[in-house]
C-alpha cells in the first residue's frame, strides 16, 4: 500500500496503528454506530488492539483508518473481507465527522484500491434497510443496489433487514 494512492486531499486512509485502538472503541459507543453496526458497545481498547494485530496477519482482511488529509483527525473506519476474487466492504464515521462526505470519499478510495491491489473482480456492500446515509453512500460511489444481495441477519437480539449493493471492477 501506498499512502499517496489513498489520499484525495480531503480524506486519507491509513492503516491501523496501536495507538488508535482507544480511539475505535471509545467512537462504536455512539448510538447511530451501535444502530447500524455489529460492533459491541462493551468493546474496548484491549479488544480493538488484537482486531488490529489479526488485521495486520490476515490474508482475507484489509481495513484502514478513515481521516482528514490535512490535520491528521481520525474520521472513521472502513474495512474488507474477501477471498480474492469478490469482496465485501463496510465502514462507519465518528459521529463528529458525519455530513461532510467522508464515508463517500473513503468508499470511493477504498474502493479502487481494493480493485487496483487486491485485484477483486466485483465489491459488495450491505446497509441496514434503514440507513438511508449509508445506502446514499452505496449509490455516490457507483454501487447498484443488487436485490440478490439482500439478507436478514441477527444482530444484538433484533432481526437486521440488510439491503445489498454491488460494484463491479472498472473496464480498464
Excluded at 444502530?35 to 488492539?49: E, G, I, K, M, N
Excluded at 495486520?56 to 476474487?85: K, M, P, Q, W, Y
Excluded at 470511493?108 to 481494493?114: G, Q, R
Aim: hydrophobic share 40%; proline share 3%; glycine share 8%.
Amino acid at each position: 500500500m501506498h499512502d499517496h494512492e489513498l489520499d484525495d486531499g480531503v480524506v486519507r486512509l491509513r492503516a491501523w496503528t496501536d495507538e488508535d485502538a482507544g480511539w475505535y472503541a471509545e467512537s462504536v459507543r455512539d448510538p447511530l454506530i451501535q444502530r447500524f453496526t455489529t460492533d459491541s458497545p462493551t468493546l474496548d481498547a484491549a479488544q480493538v488492539l488484537a482486531a488490529i494485530v489479526r488485521l495486520r496477519e490476515s490474508e482475507a482482511d484489509e481495513g484502514f483508518l478513515v481521516c482528514d488529509s490535512v490535520t491528521g483527525r481520525r474520521l472513521g473506519n472502513i474495512a474488507l473481507r474477501h477471498d480474492g476474487r469478490f469482496g465485501e466492504i463496510s465502514y462507519w464515521v465518528a459521529a463528529e465527522a458525519r455530513g461532510r462526505g467522508a464515508a463517500t470519499r473513503a468508499v470511493a478510495l477504498f474502493s479502487a484500491w481494493a480493485f487496483r491491489n487486491v485485484g477483486l473482480g466485483e465489491l459488495w456492500l450491505r446497509a441496514h434497510r434503514d440507513n438511508v446515509a449509508s445506502r446514499l453512500v452505496a449509490s455516490r460511489t457507483g454501487f447498484r443496489r443488487d436485490p440478490r444481495r439482500d439478507e436478514t441477519q441477527e444482530v444484538k437480539g433484533e432481526v437486521w433487514p440488510m439491503l445489498g449493493y454491488t460494484l463491479a471492477r472498472p473496464a480498464s
